[in-house]
């Protein structure tokens, strides 16, 4: 039973297409996040989201968008790929005022854009 | 903007010695912190966390210190194990529940 989990693990498209990643949490957490890991290791925040408010970081390009069906679905929509989307994105979710209060991460998906 | 930070990309410890990963953060709001452990391939998992009102907090062999003053806390293992090698990222929540991560600190433990 894997808490969250991502879908593709790998992904591998041209430059200019448009693409999603899927996100699924069976926590019953409300809130869920999208970070992506660059060829530097960092682990930036791109979005956080609750039923309530969607938190976008500034330095997301808009060519981005999260998509939330439902309370433990979170999808990444990425149109027109740049070369330099290339890296790792995590979704993670978390429960907020309850413990425990960290967030739990998926497996990851590899986005290489060619 | 980094407002978590990880200074030392890369630290080795003989098996069975301490290892003190280090972590220095910018935002005083900041109201809890974690450490998490990642392994190739694989998503972050979490491994132990602090709240920002406490100075200390222990499971096992790790414990994690914080000095709010100097902004600053440290993961200690002790004893270290092979299988303790992995990247180990600090990570801080703000109060609108969004987590910051530093850059990862790569530990080896030799055996």
């Known amino acids: 039973d894997t808490a969250v989990s991502q879908t593709p693990k790998y992904l591998v498209t041209q430059m200019g297409n448009d693409k999603s990643i899927k996100c699924e949490q069976n926590l019953g957490h409300d809130t869920m996040y999208w970070y992506k890991q660059d060829s530097k290791k960092f682990l930036k925040i791109m979005f956080s989201?609750?039923?309530?408010?969607?938190?976008i970081n500034e330095t997301v390009p808009n060519r981005f968008s999260p998509k939330s069906p439902d309370k433990a679905h979170l999808n990444l929509h990425i149109n027109s790929l740049e070369l330099g989307d290339s890296a790792v994105y995590f979704c993670?979710?978390?429960?907020?005022?309850?413990?425990?209060?960290?967030?739990?991460f998926g497996q990851g998906t590899r986005l290489t854009v060619v | 903007d980094q407002q978590v930070k990880q200074n030392s990309p890369s630290l080795s410890v003989q098996e069975g010695r301490i290892s003190i990963l280090n972590c220095d953060y910018t935002?005083?709001?900041?109201?809890?912190f974690l450490w998490y452990k990642k392994y190739p391939a694989e998503g972050p998992t979490f491994l132990i966390s602090i709240s920002s009102i406490k100075d200390k907090n222990e499971d096992g062999r790790f414990t994690v210190f914080l000095n709010k003053s100097a902004k600053h806390l440290s993961l200690h293992i002790v004893p270290s194990q092979p299988g303790d090698s992995a990247v180990y990222f600090c990570a801080a929540r703000s109060p609108g529940n969004q987590f910051y991560f530093g850059t990862g600190t790569s530990l080896t433990v030799i055996p």
């Open positions: 935002n005083s709001m900041f109201d809890y």
């Open positions: 993670a979710s978390s429960q907020v005022l309850r413990r425990p209060q960290e967030a739990f």
């Open positions: 989201y609750n039923n309530k408010e969607l938190i």
